[in-house]
């Protein structure tokens, strides 16, 4: 199987859980499959001890960078 029909499928079958966008496709946050946007604003609302467990279960080291880059702003947002 060609990687780039594999991809090409994976982007149309998935699609952002917020705005139905097939853009920039990234993960599932708390259960829901988002756009990189909608992911990264997700996140920022995310309470810091949940914020934390993502991190955790996170396999993606893209994605785990920017769930701890919305934690470091929570801990500065709640300082």
Known sequence: MNLLETFAGTVRDKHCAVS???TNPI???????????HYERRARLMPESRLEAE???ESDPFNQQKLETALAEVREWEA
């Open 55 to 57: 991190i955790e279960a």
């Open 27 to 37: 993960g599932r946050l708390e259960g829901r499959y988002l756009c990189a946007k």
């Open 20 to 22: 139905r966008c097939q």
